[in-house]
């Protein structure tokens, strides 16, 4: 009769750590992604100051990004040792540091340390925090994993449009020790204040995921929604990569081409955040059958629409290529045992990077050999070909039979 006594102060521990990881890992996932994206307003500016070239500036990129890629895996075994929070607030520190020291760099070996040790610090944030709000939540994932992914959007929005304000008012070095102390203060806030995620969470949500125990991160339930991933990334970039040439081919000014990308943007934001809800209430396989099968159609409709109408439909094209990533990202902790999410984590967003710096390079030189509006056609049969891994996904997912259910109504 003693027991129901120990309940009540296991439910009041772990149920306030729930918002409290999501926020702060929404706030370390705006920061890092902001972080990410900084670099591509400081290009010019470390042209200007150093005297480089495009290949240069290119490398640069490339050692955040190939940085950030390639340790994912790694940032995935500390967490296992140190713990989440500490493991993210030191890659936080990093990454932060890491600008820093690109402030006091005197040339391109030194931009490309500095930036190798920020790109380093940021390839903790992708896997720990994504699986740290999974498994606190468990089986009601979804929706907060929408959130976390439409927080770096915040972050890529305000971080490179803050440094290029900044280097108008102050030298460039300056402003980034500046951007560099808020990373501090974001991992100082982390460190203090991310709960702990022990294991017993994962344990608790072993019996929501069946299907993961069956195929952890090598079964073909995880190769299909990776592949999905790779290919809804290749998409996503290789239009983005034509689109300011289709815009301009309709005439548009350049004035407005920027509040047409812009218009993207904002419908990718919103597309991030609502579809991980959709894809709780329709199943994953309708909502990703759902979004590929509209960015193809808005894909083909951009082609061909005046400029006009072209206006009206990108804030939905955008919805459409942002959309599945949130319903992907909710569904990798199904794909994984629940002791191994991070490390899927780290394996599917590898993946989706690599894709993201590959693609525009293979669509590219498709352009080049059929032209543009033949590689444009191109990402939409991409998008298309998504629909028989999305079929294969079905039986692996533990909301297949809720998909089933919306098919026969």
């Known amino acids: 009769m003693r027991l129901p006594v120990f309940f009540p102060p296991v439910v009041r521990e772990t149920a306030p750590s729930r918002p409290r990881v999501l926020w702060l890992s929404c706030v370390a996932h705006a920061i890092h992604d902001g972080y990410t994206d900084m670099i591509y307003a400081l290009l010019p500016v470390w042209q200007s100051e150093f005297g480089l070239d495009f290949a240069a500036l290119a490398i640069l990129r490339g050692v955040y990004a190939g940085t950030m890629a390639t340790l994912q895996l790694s940032a995935g075994r500390v967490a296992q040792r140190l713990g989440s929070g500490t493991t993210l607030a030191i890659g936080t520190l990093l990454a932060a540091l890491g600008y820093a020291i690109a402030g006091m760099s005197g040339g391109l070996l030194g931009l490309g340390v500095a930036l190798a040790i920020s ?44 440094i290029s304000l900044l280097v108008t008012m102050m030298p460039w070095r300056h402003a980034l020790w500046i951007v560099a102390g808020l990373g501090c203060v974001v991992a100082a806030g982390i460190a203090l204040w991310f709960p702990a995620v022990p294991r017993a969470a994962a344990q608790a949500t072993a019996k929501e995921q069946t299907s993961a125990r069956h195929s952890g991160t090598g079964g073909s339930g995880f190769s299909a929604l990776f592949s999905i991933g790779v290919l809804d990334t290749a998409v996503r970039m290789g239009l983005l990569t034509f689109l300011p040439f ?8 350049p004035q407005l081409l920027g509040t047409a990308l812009a218009l993207v943007f904002i419908g990718g934001a919103a597309g991030k955040f609502t579809c991980g809800w959709l894809g709780a209430r329709m199943g994953t396989v309708r909502t990703v059958l759902l979004t590929e099968g509209g960015t ?114």
């Open 296 to 409: 193809a159609a808005c894909i083909v409709a951009v082609i061909y629409l005046p400029l006009t109408l072209t206006m009206v439909l990108l804030p939905i094209l955008g919805m459409m290529l942002n959309g599945t990533s949130s319903v992907l990202y909710g569904t990798v902790p199904e794909m994984s045992a629940p002791e191994r999410t991070e490390r899927a984590f780290a394996i599917f967003y590898t993946g989706t990077i690599a894709s993201g710096a590959i693609s525009p390079v293979l669509y590219g030189f498709l352009g080049d050999r059929i032209g543009v509006h033949g590689a444009t056609y191109a990402t939409a049969l991409t998008a298309l070909a998504i629909f028989p891994l999305a079929l294969a996904l079905r039986p692996h997912l533990t909301d297949h039979s809720q998909d089933e259910r919306h098919d026969e109504a």
């Open 119 to 162: 790109g380093g610090g940021s390839s903790t944030q992708h896997p720990i925090a994504s699986g740290a709000v999974s498994r606190v939540y468990g089986r009601d994932a979804r929706g907060p994993l929408s959130i976390y992914n439409f927080s770096g959007d915040l972050g890529k929005s305000a971080l490179p449009a803050a």
């Open 246 to 253: 289709l815009l301009k081919a309709k005439g548009v000014s």
